[in-house]
Nanobody, 119 residues
């Protein structure tokens, strides 16, 4: 079973940047589409971005042009570069593999990493 560990979150002012990492252990994830999700207080978990096996990407409209998803299969790691952060980006961010057909996640959720955008 794959374990996922997210890191890189923190407190940042509006307009700032953060780079999140997602490290997978237990097995390779290179053959999976991988995605970032986020959950704000009192809200359901929300899909943010996906990177497919061919390195193509897809983004939530509200983060397009600000966030960039990438992966390093040699390191079994995925990243989310977040620029021009807004208060509404505040959430716990999670990563997972995702089935492109069903949209369902593949592995158990990790603990996530908290991102807080505030002045």
């Amino acid at each position: 079973q794959v374990q996922l560990v997210e890191s890189g979150g923190g407190l940042v002012q509006p307009g700032g940047s953060l780079r999140l990492s997602c490290v997978a252990s237990g097995n390779t994830v290179s053959r999976y589409a991988m995605a970032w999700y986020r959950q704000a207080p009192g809200k359901q978990r929300q899909w943010v971005a996906t990177i497919f096996g061919d390195y193509s990407t897809d983004y939530l409209d509200s983060v397009k042009g600000r966030f960039t998803i990438s992966r390093d299969n040699a390191k079994n790691t995925m990243y989310l570069q977040m620029n021009t952060l807004k208060p509404e980006d505040t959430a716990v961010y999670y990563c997972n593999a995702v089935s492109p057909r069903s949209g369902r996640v593949v592995f158990d959720w990790g603990q996530g990493t908290q991102v807080t955008v505030s002045s």
